[in-house]
């Protein structure tokens, strides 16, 4: 009798131990605020405008968590898309743009062929997110077309990011050589 319990209780000791250190976390998608006007999100977005989604691809990355005595493997799954845009109301965007957004659960899943209006955050325009955003499909985003007004056409040449680093490093390089220059030459005894 007691070698049976005993047993029992050891499976069930076991499996507690499996079902804590396996554990899954799941996240779920919750907007707070949704009651957000066209023109209050288009304040506080880096980029709106309306396009045509020419392509996409899937990028997944893995990123592996600890907090012993448990790991956490992490998906991240960035889309790679292709944008015909049509209008622009914020941002200086080209015709055609190639985009990576992070996807989640409340991100927007576009589909190639269809027309959006995209409300976009992010640094510059090759890496935004769209979660939790008025962004729509272009036939059911009426009342927004409406807010927002009549949009600008995009610029033929296409968008480049210019990073603020790049000019401040070369402006630090083209300070440092001729003091180093300098210096390097009265060490060899130069006397201007």
């Given at each position: 009798?007691?070698?049976?319990?005993?047993?029992?209780?050891?499976?069930?000791?076991?499996?507690?131990?499996?079902?804590?250190?396996?554990?899954?976390?799941?996240?779920?998608?919750?907007?707070?605020?949704?009651?957000?006007?066209?023109?209050?999100?288009?304040?506080?977005?880096?980029?709106?405008?309306?396009?045509?989604?020419?392509?996409?691809?899937?990028?997944?990355?893995?990123?592996?968590?600890?907090?012993?005595?448990?790991?956490?493997?992490v998906f991240f799954a960035k889309t790679k898309l292709k944008?015909?845009?049509?209008?622009?109301?914020?941002?200086?965007?080209?015709?055609?743009?190639?985009?990576?957004?992070?996807?989640?659960?409340?991100?927007?899943?576009?589909?190639?062929?269809?027309?959006?209006?995209?409300?976009?955050?992010?640094?510059?325009w090759d890496d935004i997110s769209t979660g939790c955003t008025?962004?729509?499909?272009?036939?059911?985003?009426?009342?927004?077309?409406?807010?927002?007004?009549?949009?600008?056409?995009?610029?033929?040449?296409?968008?480049?990011?210019?990073?603020?680093?790049?000019?401040?490093?070369?402006?630090?390089?083209?300070?440092?050589?001729?003091?180093?220059?300098?210096?390097?030459?009265?060490?060899?005894?130069?006397?201007?």
């Amino acid at each position: 009798m007691w070698s049976s319990l005993t047993n029992l209780s050891v499976k069930i000791s076991l499996l507690i131990v499996i079902i804590a250190i396996c554990h899954v976390q799941t996240l779920a998608c919750v907007c707070i605020d949704r009651s957000v006007t066209p023109i209050q999100e288009m304040a506080g977005a880096k980029f709106v405008f309306a396009g045509k989604v020419l392509g996409r691809e899937q990028e997944s990355q893995i990123l592996f968590t600890s907090k012993f005595p448990f790991f956490h493997k992490v998906f991240f799954a960035k889309t790679k898309l292709k944008f015909e845009v049509k209008e622009v109301w914020k941002g200086d965007l080209s015709r055609e743009i190639v985009t990576r957004e992070l996807s989640g659960l409340c991100s927007v899943s576009f589909e190639e062929g269809k027309e959006y209006l995209v409300y976009a955050y992010g640094r510059n325009w090759d890496d935004i997110s769209t979660g939790c955003t008025r962004t729509s499909l272009l036939a059911s985003a009426n009342e927004d077309l409406a807010a927002l007004g009549k949009g600008r056409i995009p610029t033929s040449q296409p968008a480049r990011a210019t990073p603020v680093s790049i000019a401040i490093f070369a402006l630090l390089l083209s300070l440092a050589l001729p003091i180093m220059f300098l210096w390097f030459l009265k060490r060899r005894g130069w006397q201007p």
